[in-house]
């Protein structure tokens, strides 16, 4: 019964968080990314729940990664518009396309984070879209349990997605990205280590 009540709750919490991206969000792609992350949350509770059925929660695990993973590709490069054609050179397109000052963008929309959606949008958003990072990665690999690991692997491909923007020219390659999307993957890799989280069953698998 008391199982019974967890899921429910769970549920109810998760309709929840998926209301309020899809209120919050104008992008349908994050939308549908965000849920995803907050559907993945209940497979965590569900390994929680049930340690004997690991293999179906790994199984749903792998293709909610692979989801995330065709999304956030969509959303950071191939659903971008290509400036090619509007800059005769990358040296004229990094005045505007490359920024390696450090909280430079964030300190710019920092001020306007209540009053502006677009500064709330690009603060959020670019925390958001890594969150999923810090729970799948753990979740499907023993070795990204383990912070440097985990850190490691993470820089790597968030620094890999700024260099293709800045090659194919779409979107910004801030460090501010980086800093970012860090951010929220380790947030959200450290929500799993939390002990409510913890399945020793699943741990030994």
Known sequence: MRKLYDIILYILMSLGAITAIYEFFESSELKFMLSIFILWVLTIIYRKLHPEKQK?????????????????????????YSMIDYYSSYEEYSKTG??????????????????????????????A???PFGIFLPTISNT????????????FTIITVEIVQFLTMRGVCDIDDLILNLLGAEISFFILKLPFLQNKSAENQ
């Open 129 to 131: 879209i890594f969150m």
């Open 144 to 155: 990204f349990k383990r912070f440097v690991p985990f850190t490691l692997i993470t820089i």
């Open 56 to 80: 179906l929660a790994k199984i749903l695990s792998i293709a909610f990664f692979v989801l995330y993973a065709i999304i956030a590709l969509e959303l950071l490069i191939f659903g971008r």
């Open 98 to 127: 490359l920024v390696l000052v450090p909280f430079k963008t964030i300190s710019e929309y920092i001020p306007y984070i209540f009053t502006s959606r677009t500064a709330l949008y690009n603060i959020i958003g670019n925390i």
